[in-house]
């Protein structure tokens, strides 16, 4: 991934506002969220953001990462090395300020039926986010979360999700045995397991993994009418 940046199309340019920052939270040595005012922003969970620094023309996308429902935003963001953005984003502090232009996007829950079949989320890395805020939204929703990671370290806040719903896939170390871990891809996984071909599939992750899953799904009898995807660099 780049910087954590979701790669979109057809974007529609809103005016960026001050927001300031309220804490920068370590998840790993190369990942943290940074919280933030929300201000009178609305959005809708999977929804995303543009965010940058005041006096810089340098603006990337994160989903977000906190519910609708929180009175503050919050984004995952992957420190590069070199970045342009995210090493300066760990860097700020409380009382910092930043600009942020959304939201934007319509990787969310849907009106209507959509709901009532249950779901399975699928991600990579920092993918991680627009389910995490799903998961606060509707924390009584049917869902199932694949996520896959190469290190035990990349399993980021999983106590937000119900065991029961969850299943890590790691694919560079040994599975981490707390949170019975599959030791492999998460593709890898999803070929493999028992599948409800009823739900609908939301992926989120490097453009590889979305592209190796979805032939998958398709392959496996899930209609392409109920397979969403947003992909990241």
């Not at 700020?92 to 959304?102: K, Q, S, T």
């Not at 035990?152 to 719903?165: P, Q, W």
């Not at 996984?189 to 979305?210: P, V």
Request: some cysteine; charged content about 20%.
């Amino acid at each position: 991934m780049r910087g954590g940046s979701p790669l979109r199309r057809n974007q529609v340019s809103k005016k960026a506002a001050p927001h300031r920052v309220l804490s920068v939270r370590d998840l790993s040595p190369s990942a943290f969220v940074l919280r933030f005012e929300r201000g009178d922003l609305g959005f809708s969970a999977g929804q995303w953001v543009s965010v940058g620094l005041p006096g810089s023309l340098d603006m990337r996308e994160y989903s977000i990462y906190s519910s609708p429902e929180d009175p503050f935003l919050e984004i995952l963001v992957k420190e590069i090395p070199k970045g342009l953005l995210s090493p300066a984003l760990r860097r700020l502090r409380p009382g910092d300020e930043l600009r942020v232009e959304g939201p934007f996007g319509h990787f969310s829950f849907a009106q209507g039926s959509r709901g009532s079949s249950g779901f399975l989320f699928i991600a990579t890395g920092t993918g991680i986010s627009p389910f995490h805020c799903f998961a606060r939204h509707r924390p009584g929703a049917d869902y199932l979360l694949l996520h896959g990671v190469r290190e035990g370290s990349e399993l980021y806040e999983h106590g937000s999700f119900a065991g029961t719903r969850l299943v890590p896939c790691i694919s560079g170390g040994a599975a981490q045995a707390q949170r019975e871990a599959y030791a492999g891809r998460v593709t890898s996984y999803l070929a493999e397991c028992e599948l409800d071909t009823a739900r609908y599939c939301y992926l989120c992750g490097n453009s590889d993994m979305i592209y190796e899953a979805y032939a998958i799904l398709l392959g496996r009898g899930v209609p392409k009418t109920r397979i969403f995807a947003e992909v990241y660099f």
